[in-house]
């Protein structure tokens, strides 16, 4: 079945920099959009970033725009969200997903249980 593990989560302070990972399994990883998702203490699910299964096209929440990037790795099945200039307001439990498309990443079939990131001085 479809797994998707997050990781690289952790308590960091502003201005601060993390890089989360999501190990993928169970599915074709080269056919498929991916995104980044997370949802903030009290408020719901948005969407942080995506990017084309093999085409290399990516977009970003405006509020990230700058300074996340998104990236994959087809060969080892691996997606990745390198996050830099951390505010308090980037705080939030991360979630990668899987699209059922190729180049839509809007349409989430599955994601994972989440990582937790935290940014505060």
């Known amino acids: 079945q479809v797994q998707l593990v997050e990781s690289g989560g952790d308590l960091v302070q502003p201005g601060g920099s993390l890089r989360l990972s999501c190990a993928t399994s169970?599915?074709?990883?080269?056919?498929?959009?991916m995104s980044w998702y997370r949802q903030a203490p009290g408020k719901g699910l948005e969407w942080v970033s995506g990017?084309?299964?093999?085409?290399?096209?990516?977009g970003y929440k405006v509020s990230v725009q700058g300074r996340f990037t998104i990236s994959r790795d087809n060969a080892n099945n691996m997606l990745y969200l390198q996050m830099t200039s951390l505010r308090p307001e980037d705080t939030a439990v991360y979630f990668c997903?899987?699209?059922?498309?190729?180049?839509?990443?809007?349409?989430?079939?599955?994601r994972g249980q989440g990582t937790q990131v935290t940014v505060s001085s």
């Open positions: 997903a899987k699209s059922s498309s190729d180049e839509n990443w809007s349409i989430m079939e599955v």
């Open positions: 169970g599915f074709i990883f080269s056919d498929y959009a």
């Open positions: 990017i084309h299964s093999r085409n290399g096209v990516k």
